[in-house]
């Protein structure tokens, strides 16, 4: 409090300088107007003054130039010139000639400003009035100031009083009560931008109902919204984020039935739902490299359907394409989950059996080829039968490629179809 009374802030200095420069030069104005007039006055007091020392002199110089008596018109007018309020006198006669001239001052020390009374020097005889010559008294500034300078040093002691009591108080009203909540408002204010939390509010100590708490009212309500904003735009870009995060994960789920929907498409046969020919020969090679290095041996059964150009023609394509369907639907009924079926042509089909002998792959394609032959279809009312011819073949340790056992089970289809169809050759 002290420091800032001795040193206070620039609003604060600035404030004072111009009201004090107003102050200062009011008052000056003020005393320089009182000390006119107190001058003034007191140059018409002397004026009296000297009018009645006149009036008292008047007789006995009068006198002293009737009776031509110089020695006491002498010591008349040194009595005079020794007195404090005379700086000269003159004595003309009634020539208007100058016959005493006496002054308190040197030639160089000549004064500001001088004033005098004048008045006829008369002499009466037979009741009449004869004029002697004339009598004046002279006063000057010096004389003045003399008087005034007392009253006036107390005037302008009492100003610098003032002036200095006002100095301080000025200084200490504007730290009070501009300055210093004005500091604290920056202060708080440069808080919350370097903080950057604009929940946070501007309270001023010691504040009162005015300006600066209208404006730290309005401060915080543009905190308030600001606030508010920031909160709107945190929801907005969160509701944004969740709708974009809702969509990807859309994409990518649909994106994902896509691929699985195309995988399906490259490896499948959209009639049957049975392996493709490329997919079938890649998955069984794999597997026959898997039961060689196992030391097992996998069996190949290759079917084709017998005179199927006849159902095709007989019947329609149509019909044709649900005799393909049923058959792989049969099929599938008697087949392991590790067993793989694919359709390598038109209307022929293959089975894939790991760990199967010929013997047993033997069993299960008579199997499949006696139902088949039993089975009876109802495609449009009509009633449809069909056989199927199949060769099989197993690995030997020698084989490698899926193609030399395809082959080699052609051969033996081949022979079916040429021992009269509806048969297995193994
Ligand atoms: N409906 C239908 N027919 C097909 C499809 N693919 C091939 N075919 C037909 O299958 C018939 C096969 O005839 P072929 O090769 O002469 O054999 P086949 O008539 O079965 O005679 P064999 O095999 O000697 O018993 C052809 O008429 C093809 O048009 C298909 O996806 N759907």
């Not at 104005?29 to 140059?43: A, R």
């Not at 020794?82 to 000639?97: L, S």
């Not at 009312?381 to 084989?399: M, Q």
């Amino acid at each position: 409090m002290f420091t800032s009374f001795l040193r206070p802030n620039n609003l604060s200095k600035k404030m004072m300088r111009v009201i004090f420069s107003i102050y200062l030069g009011v008052t000056c104005l003020i005393t320089s107007m009182q000390f006119l007039s107190e001058y003034l006055k007191t140059q018409d007091s002397i004026l009296n003054e000297l009018k009645q020392l006149e009036e008292t002199v008047h007789d006995p110089i009068s006198t002293s130039l009737w009776q031509y008596n110089q020695k006491q018109l002498d010591a008349l007018i040194d009595g005079l010139i020794k007195m404090p309020i005379i700086e000269g006198v003159d004595i003309f006669d009634k020539n208007a000639k100058n016959i005493i001239s006496k002054r308190s001052y040197t030639p160089a020390s000549v004064p500001l400003s001088i004033f005098d009374t004048k008045s006829d020097l008369n002499w009466a005889l037979n009741n009449e009035k004869v004029l002697l010559g004339s009598l004046t008294l002279y006063s000057s500034s010096e004389v003045v100031l003399d008087r005034v300078l007392f009253g006036f040093s107390l005037i302008a002691m009492t100003a610098i009083i003032k002036l200095s009591i006002l100095f301080w108080l000025f200084i200490w009203a504007f730290d009070r009560y501009l300055a210093s909540p004005l500091k604290e408002l920056m202060s708080q204010l440069n808080k919350v931008q370097l903080s950057q939390n604009i929940s946070e509010r501007i309270n001023l100590s010691n504040i009162e109902n005015n300006e600066l708490s209208l404006l730290q009212g309005h401060m915080n309500k543009m905190l308030s919204a600001m606030e508010r904003d920031r909160e709107r735009l945190l929801e907005d870009e969160q509701a944004k984020r969740n709708w974009l995060e809702e969509t990807v994960a859309k994409r990518t789920e649909a994106l994902q039935i896509l691929n699985e929907k195309l995988k399906e498409l490259a490896t499948k046969d959209s009639l049957t739902g049975t392996l493709n020919r490329g997919s079938f020969f890649e998955r069984t090679q794999h597997l026959l490299v898997l039961s060689q290095r196992q030391k097992s041996s996998v069996s190949f059964i290759l079917m084709d359907l017998d005179y199927f150009k006849l159902i095709n023609d007989t019947y329609g394509h149509f019909t044709g394409d649900k005799v393909l369907i049923h058959f792989t639907d049969t099929i599938q009924t008697f087949l392991r989950k590790s067993d793989l079926i694919g359709r390598l042509g038109g209307e022929e089909f293959a089975i894939f059996l790991p760990d199967t002998g010929i013997d047993d792959a033997f069993q299960l394609a008579d199997k499949i080829r006696k139902t088949i032959r039993n089975a009876i279809l109802e495609v449009d009312g009509k009633t449809v039968t069909y056989t199927v011819s199949l060769g099989i073949e197993s690995s030997e340790p020698k084989d490698h490629l899926i193609s030399e056992l395809f082959k080699r089970a052609d051969l033996k289809l081949y022979g079916a179809k040429e021992k009269g169809r509806d048969r297995v050759e193994k």
